[in-house]
Structures are given as structure tokens and as C-alpha cells.
């Protein structure tokens, strides 16, 4: 196999240009959108585990997301606890939230779950909404106080720049581990056949459960770190516009990909800003655009590239791929041959 | 080594299996034959756990197993191959394979985050296992061949690589000749002698009755959910019943 050198060095790049930009550039408008595309990669990346690896679609990603935000919120709002005790119980709440919900729905398949997961991600929103003695309903919640980890606070923009930075990194990083592992070929060949996957011993339900509560975890975690990063909350965090969002980021950027989410997220957030000033007409463009992508890459922008790079490494032997070729037709004739013989 | 006792299995009114006593022996080659719709499938999907039984019980070297969901049978020893080999055809042989040693290791997920070092010892084991079962049923050079590229006889014997990766006792296959030309087929024969002679023990669903006819010890013939005779594969092709049946009327068998 061709190896691609320059590959190797991508990641560390990429990471230091994210470390330098605070560094030459204090444009807050700038910062602020990176932060906030931080924060939904992270979302989007949970959502990547359920529905792409372990190929059960969830839409119940910005209800996940909500209920990590408010937590975090409320917490600190007005039960004056810490940033970082209430950050861990709103990834806890989430991860328990989606325990609960995926022994429940995770037995439904295919359309069946992705309903359920959109109606529950409904109810996480109506809840937010209508509870107002707890989470103030449509006024929102107002005096989160900055969060601070020891003496330090994260006053500035540059510093939450940096703190979310950390989680994303983070984030990338377990999910990254997960993907390339045993797990993650366990997640990946429930998406392929359940059945074949039980057939070889696989607790299916188990593991699909573990897919989803990583997903509602991550979701949960973006949402907390948004919460404290605004420090004000509308119960429009939930809606399950933010779902659909969450999906188109996912699919224009790649599909169980691994920097699926961050591209998607990246590229769509990006062109919706410089559209903006276009107010309701930017719909109009960004629609067509979006029927070419999912036309022409289906598989997303790093989905493209990853077909690419199989097909040049295993084109670059030019004698194999003939070969295969010759097989392939040798298989249409003989499945026309066996077919006479059994049917 | 694995007996059934008045398994039976209904799909609303339509009985696909009916009341079958059946026995399954260490060591030796099982047929199950029987026409189209026989319910020959389906008595793989029960003993193998992805289907519940709707009466009847199957015990598994003297356990019961009836109720038993399929990735626990999986990991008291039963594989199985399907009709429709369900490969993942976009990944590589050996991605597909890894996957079958699977249930024999523990590591879950912060070992995997980490990689710890029994996590490590575990991803390493099943790829040797990969490697070894590609080698048993040679096919070692389709290692790093998408399984969408490799041909029907070669999907076949990944499947049943597969299948072996999972440490079996017994290994159910079902139709692993369908759909082969006649040197594959035999080729693949040998194949499953080279399982037998390795220990396993074998219950193999096939049509093609020369084949059959080889390689049995003993053949249950299954018509309309029942099953209608058992025995030697000399008995088989003398008894009545089967004749009529059967072998006197089908197009399969007359193809041999
Ligand atoms: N999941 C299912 N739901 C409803 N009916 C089923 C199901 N599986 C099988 N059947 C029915 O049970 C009967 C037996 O089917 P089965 O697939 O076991 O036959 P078979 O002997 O394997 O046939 P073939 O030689 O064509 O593979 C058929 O009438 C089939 O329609
Ligand atoms: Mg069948």
C-alpha cells in the first residue's frame, strides 16, 4: 500500500494554526464563529457515532444538546455550583438520559428509531419550553456567571477559544481511538448486518447502546460548553431545527468519516455567515448547492476523498485491477451458470 | 452434540418448522435438503438463536438453549454462514474478518480509548485470527481486496472464514455452493472435508445433491416444515418417500 507521507503531518498543522489564530488575530468576530463551529463539530461528531458508525440515525441530537446546556446553566445559575462540577453532572445527566432512552428505542430499526429519536428530541425541547419555574421557558436563562476552573476565569473570548479548543481536541481524540479500534469495527458491523454481527456474537443491543449514549455524551458536552461560553439560554437551543442543522453539517462533510464533522460543520457554518447579508434569499442559494454536494460526493466531502485514496491505491498495481476485471465478468456468467442449476 | 425436540417455528398461520426431532453428532458432516421453502432457513435462523422458537426445545451438548439469544449461542460454539453472504462489501477482507474473533476478547471502550495493554494484545490476536482462518480456507492473497471486488466463490469461502474466526464447535452453513460452477463446487467440498478433518463438526444446508451425497454422514430431509425422512445418504436416495417427495420431482436434482 502507498503510504501518504504528507498526511502525517496534516493533523499536527492543523492543530497548531488553531493554536496561533488568538495569537494573530484578536477580530472577536472571527473567533466567535470558530468557537461556535467547535462547538457544533463536537455535537455533530456524537451524532457521527450513532448514525454513521453504528448506522442508527438519531435526530434527537439537538434535544441531547439542549438538555447538556441547560444542566450546565442551571447549575451554575442558580445553584451557584462550580464550572467544572457542573459541566461533568451535565455530561452525566446526558450520558444517563441516553442510556434510558437507548434501551428503550434502540430495539426499534431503521425509520422506526430515527422517529422515535425526533419525537424525543421534540419532548426534550417541550420540556425546556414549558417547565418555566425551573428554566425560565421562553424569557431564557439569564446570569450564568462566567465560568472559572481554580482562580482562573474565562472572561475573554480568547480564553474560551482556547478551553473549547481543548474539548474538541479531546473529543476528536476518544472518538478517533474509538473508530480504529475493536469497538468501533463492532459499531461498524452493526451498520453492516445486525444479524451477521449477532450471528458472530456481538450484543448488538449492548454495543448499540454504548453508540448512542457516546453520541448523546458528546452532544451534551457541546451543549454545556455553548451554555457557558454564552452565558444566556432560549429554549430555541433544543429545537429540532438545530437537528436538521446538525445532519446537513454531518452529510455535507462525510458521513462516518472521522473529520466529516468538522469539515460539514466548518464549510456550511462558514458559507451561511457569508451569506447572511443576504437574509432570506440565502436560502435560495444554499439549497442548490446542497442538491450538487449530495449529488455529486453522496458520501461527503471526506467520504469523496477517502474513495480517492482506495481507488488509487489499488488501481496503482495496473495488473490486479485488470485481473479484477476478468473476474468480475467471470462471476456474471457463472451466476447466470449456477442460476440454471438451482432455481 | 446438538438436539432438537419438537422445534417448531410459525409465521402467523404459515408453519415453516413442525415438530422436528433432529440430532446433530460430534464429528461428522450433517445435510439438511429439502425443496424450495422447505424450511430449511428457518431451522438455521432457531438453532442459532435469531429466531425464537414457537414450541419445542434445542439442547446444546446436553444444555438448554431454546431461548437463548444469538451472540450467546455464538459464544457457546455455533457459527453460521448466511444464504446471502452479508460481507461488508465496501471494506477489505480482512477488515470484514477481524471483526470475527470479536466475541473472544473483552476490551471495551476506555481500553480501547487508551490502549491498554491487554486491548493491544486483544486487536493483535484477532487479526492473527483473520489471517489464520484466510490461510484455512485459502484465500490469503484477498487479505487487502474489498470484498466488492472478489469473486462469488471467493465471497463464499470469506464467509465461511468468518465464520470460523469466531472459534466454533459446530458450524452451521447455509447454501455455500449456490450460485459456484462446478470446480468451485468441488473445490469447495474439500474445503468443508478440511473443516471436518480439523474437528469441526458441520451441518451444511445444499441443493446440490451430488455434492451432498459425498460428503454426508447423515441427511434429514425437510418437506413442508416436516421432516420426512433421516439416514445414511444411501438410505436417502432409496427411500420412497424422498423419491416422491423430493428428488423424483425438482428441478435441483435432476441437474445432477
Ligand atoms: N421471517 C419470516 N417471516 C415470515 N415467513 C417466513 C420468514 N422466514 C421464512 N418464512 C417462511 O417460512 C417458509 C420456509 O422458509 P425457509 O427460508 O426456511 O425455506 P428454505 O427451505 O430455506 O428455502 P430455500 O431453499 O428457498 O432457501 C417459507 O414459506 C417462508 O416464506
Ligand atoms: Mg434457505
Redesign the pocket.
Known amino acids: 500500500m502507498r503510504s501518504f507521507p504528507a498526511s502525517k503531518w496534516v493533523v499536527p498543522a492543523l492543530l497548531l494554526v488553531a493554536l496561533a489564530i488568538p495569537l494573530l488575530t484578536d477580530n472577536s468576530y472571527y473567533l466567535n464563529m470558530l468557537i461556535m463551529i467547535f462547538i457544533w463539530t463536537i455535537a455533530v461528531s456524537g451524532m457521527n457515532m450513532i448514525a454513521g458508525y453504528a448506522g442508527q440515525l438519531s435526530l434527537a441530537h439537538a434535544g441531547f444538546f439542549g438538555m447538556g446546556a441547560y444542566t450546565l446553566g442551571l447549575l451554575m445559575a442558580k445553584a451557584q455550583m462550580s464550572f467544572l462540577v457542573s459541566l461533568v453532572m451535565a455530561v452525566a445527566l446526558t450520558g444517563i438520559v441516553g442510556a434510558v432512552v437507548g434501551m428503550i428505542s434502540l430495539r426499534l430499526k431503521g425509520h422506526y428509531f430515527a422517529i422515535f429519536s425526533l419525537c424525543m428530541g421534540v419532548i426534550i425541547s417541550l420540556v425546556i419550553e414549558k417547565w418555566e419555574s425551573l428554566t425560565e421557558g421562553v424569557r431564557g436563562l439569564l446570569g450564568i456567571p462566567i465560568p472559572k476552573i481554580g482562580s482562573f476565569e474565562f472572561s475573554t473570548v480568547t480564553s474560551q477559544y482556547y478551553l473549547i479548543l481543548f474539548f474538541l481536541v479531546l473529543a476528536m481524540f476518544v472518538n478517533r481511538q474509538i473508530v480504529q479500534s475493536l469497538v468501533g469495527r463492532t459499531f461498524i458491523s452493526i451498520r453492516n448486518s445486525e444479524e451477521l454481527a449477532e450471528a458472530l456474537g456481538i450484543n448488538v443491543m449492548q454495543s448499540k447502546i454504548l453508540a448512542f449514549v457516546h453520541s448523546t455524551v458528546l452532544a451534551g458536552l457541546a451543549g454545556a460548553l455553548y451554555a457557558g461560553y454564552l452565558r444566556f439560554l432560549g429554549p430555541e437551543v433544543a429545537s429540532i431545527e438545530h437537528a436538521f442543522e446538525m445532519l446537513l453539517y454531518l452529510l455535507v462533510g462525510g458521513i462516518s468519516t472521522l473529520w466529516g464533522p468538522l469539515v460539514g460543520t466548518a464549510l456550511v457554518m462558514a458559507m451561511m455567515q457569508l451569506l447572511q447579508s443576504w437574509q432570506d434569499y440565502r436560502m435560495i442559494i444554499f439549497g442548490p448547492i446542497l442538491v450538487l454536494i449530495v449529488m455529486f460526493l453522496p458520501h461527503g466531502i471526506m467520504g469523496a476523498l477517502a474513495r480517492l485514496k482506495m481507488k488509487r491505491q489499488s488501481v496503482l498495481p495496473e495488473t490486479i485491477d485488470n485481473e479484477n476485471r476478468v473476474i468480475e465478468k467471470g462471476t456474471t456468467d457463472r451466476r447466470l451458470a449456477g442460476g440454471e442449476i438451482d432455481a | 452434540m446438538l438436539k432438537t425436540e419438537k422445534l417448531t417455528k410459525s409465521?402467523?398461520g404459515?408453519i415453516?418448522?413442525n415438530a422436528v426431532d433432529f440430532q446433530i453428532n460430534q464429528g461428522e458432516i450433517t445435510a439438511i435438503i429439502?425443496?424450495?421453502?422447505?424450511?430449511?432457513?428457518?431451522?438455521?435462523?432457531l438453532i442459532s438463536g435469531l429466531?425464537r422458537p414457537t414450541s419445542g426445545k434445542i439442547f446444546l451438548e446436553g444444555e438448554d438453549v431454546t431461548n437463548k439469544p444469538s451472540y450467546e449461542i455464538a459464544k457457546m460454539g455455533i457459527a453460521r454462514t448466511f444464504?446471502t453472504t452479508k460481507l461488508f462489501a465496501e471494506a477489505t477482507v480482512m477488515d470484514n474478518l477481524i471483526i470475527g474473533h470479536r466475541l473472544r476478547t473483552k476490551s471495551g471502550f476506555w481500553s480501547a480509548v487508551i490502549r491498554s495493554k491487554r486491548y493491544r494484545k486483544e486487536e493483535s490476536e484477532c487479526r492473527e485470527k483473520a489471517l489464520q482462518v484466510l490461510e484455512f480456507v485459502g484465500a490469503s492473497e484477498l487479505a487487502n481486496r474489498p470484498v466488492a471486488s472478489i469473486s462469488q466463490e471467493e465471497q463464499k469461502r470469506v464467509a465461511i472464514a468468518l465464520a470460523l474466526a469466531t472459534d466454533p464447535k459446530l458450524v452451521l452453513l447455509?447454501?455455500p455452493a449456490a450460485g459456484i460452477n462446478a470446480d468451485e463446487t468441488s473445490g469447495l467440498a474439500e474445503l468443508i472435508k478440511k473443516m471436518k478433518q480439523a474437528g469441526l463438526t458441520i451441518c451444511i444446508?445444499e441443493?446440490k445433491m451430488q455434492m451432498i451425497m459425498n460428503l454426508a454422514d447423515r441427511i434429514m430431509v425437510?418437506n413442508q416444515?416436516t421432516k420426512i425422512a433421516e439416514g445414511t445418504p444411501a438410505e436417502i436416495s432409496r427411500n420412497e418417500t424422498v423419491i416422491e417427495a423430493y428428488l423424483g420431482g425438482t428441478p435441483h436434482a435432476q441437474a445432477h
Not at chain 2, 429439502?34 to 435462523?45: E, L, W
Open positions: 409465521f402467523g404459515n415453516a418448522v429439502g425443496p424450495n421453502g422447505a424450511g430449511k432457513t428457518t431451522f438455521f435462523n429466531h444464504q447455509d447454501e444446508i441443493h425437510l416444515g
